[in-house]
């Protein structure tokens, strides 16, 4: 598909995806929401305002104004079909041969109001996050670290095959692309030690996720079904859910993490439509227990393969790519999950963030986690320029990317970087 606007060869933010964030500029400091294309971001508030929704039958004039939120939540809760409207509208908008020239390719005034080169513009968290719900559905990772700890035998617990296993995490400190954090303390219990002591976290790991934000959600006591949920998905982003290992260690029981990994989760700052991902399902890792009938999926195809990449930068700036892998490496679907966390009657709303939990290969090179990688700290990963590393040290800093398709046609639906510091502890 051709624009009329120049899009960069190999760019994440091709014509064929058109994510959706929160913007601000310096010369408009009111958040407001945007698409990424190419190495633009085209203002939707700006383009409202002159008329440029005045042809998409997908929305009402009133609803117009939805571009000049500071969140995606109300546009998000409009519902897929919507958003599959309004994405194609603007697909048509940006296209060489666009049946509305006259609303932006013939408008130099509007173009130059409205699309505004992204680095320019200051990236805010796309949702209002109310309730964040971290999946465990990457089984090589459960493997991996399970065999860590309790040798090959008994690497997965007997409910990893039967349940999308998940915990809730804190939704207070997802934090937008970009963002520096702070190394976390907390108690650890040192190795033979007769007590716990209050220290920095020595061993801070990365987790690299994929997160699905919510579009809509469904009444208190009604489960939502396997085969519907798909309804419910608003989009995807990359994700860092960082873990301090060792506060991990002594606080888990019997509860799960808590301070571990409650001092912050690093999301990509443009959220791709699920609709942009359609061409791109999969199978999963294949599952041989017998699934109960409210996780059992008509397709088989339900996973989105992406291509997932983390790099770590040193302080003195040295770049080492320390994992390359695929979103296929997950046992459960987008669907199962959102199946699973409602079964109980529990309601989802706008905005509720999933994370897919860490997603590894079986190869070395591909797991999503340092403690696979330096086998629990024991096998250092040797960094450009001569650095080891077993975790994350204080000023390093971690990008994940992430794209699906091909960056070679100019049709790659791309997420962008998830780029995240680590900073001394205060």
């Known amino acids: 598909m051709a624009s009329w606007f120049k899009i960069p060869a190999k760019s994440h933010f091709s014509l064929a995806n058109l994510p959706f964030g929160i913007i601000s500029t310096k010369a408009s400091q009111t958040p407001r929401v945007a698409v990424a294309i190419g190495d633009h971001a085209l203002d939707l508030a700006a383009l409202a305002r002159h008329g440029g929704f005045s042809k998409c039958t997908a929305l009402q004039a ?246 997932l990449e983390v790099s770590l930068i040193t302080p003195s700036g040295d770049t080492t790519v320390v994992t390359r892998t695929s979103s296929q490496n997950l046992l459960w679907s987008w669907p199962q999950m959102v199946a699973h966390h409602t079964v109980s009657g529990c309601n989802l709303r706008t905005g509720d963030l999933l994370g897919s939990g860490t997603i590894s290969g079986s190869e070395p090179g591909t797991q999503g986690s340092l403690l696979e990688q330096s086998k629990g700290g024991k096998t250092p990963i040797r960094l450009q320029g001569g650095e080891e590393r077993n975790f994350v040290n204080d000023n390093d800093t971690i990008v994940i990317t992430g794209y699906a398709g091909s960056l070679e046609d100019g049709t790659a639906v791309g997420f962008g970087e998830c780029v995240g510091k680590i900073l001394p502890a205060v």
């Open 62 to 307: 009133s609803q117009h104004d939805v571009f000049s939120d500071s969140s995606l939540n109300r546009f998000a809760a409009l519902g897929r079909s919507t958003h599959r409207e309004v994405r194609k509208y603007l697909r048509d908008l940006l296209s060489a041969d666009t049946a509305h020239a006259d609303l932006l390719k013939d408008n130099a005034e509007l173009q130059r109001e409205a699309l505004i080169p992204r680095d320019q513009v200051e990236n805010h968290l796309p949702m209002a996050v109310g309730d964040y719900t971290d999946f465990f559905a990457g089984r090589n990772h459960a493997h991996n670290v399970g065999t860590l700890f309790r040798g090959p035998e008994n690497a997965l617990n007997p409910n990893y095959n039967h349940i999308p296993v998940a915990y809730h995490g804190r939704a207070s400190s997802v934090v937008v692309s970009g963002t520096p954090l702070h190394r976390p303390k907390g108690q650890v219990m040192p190795p033979g030690a007769a007590a716990p002591v209050f220290k920095p976290a020595g061993r801070l790991d990365i987790e690299l996720e994929l997160g699905m934000f919510i579009a809509k959600g469904n009444p208190l006591g009604h489960p939502v079904g396997v085969n519907e949920a798909d309804e419910y998905i608003f989009g995807y982003v990359l994700m860092n859910d960082w873990s301090a290992r060792d506060i991990q260690a002594w606080e888990y029981v019997p509860l799960g993490p808590f301070n571990a990994k409650n001092f912050g989760t690093s999301i990509s700052a443009w959220v791709v439509l699920a609709d942009a991902l359609e061409p791109f399902k999969t199978a999963g890792l294949p599952n041989e227990v017998a699934l109960q009938d409210y996780l059992k999926e008509n397709k088989k195809e339900n996973i989105v393969d992406i291509n």
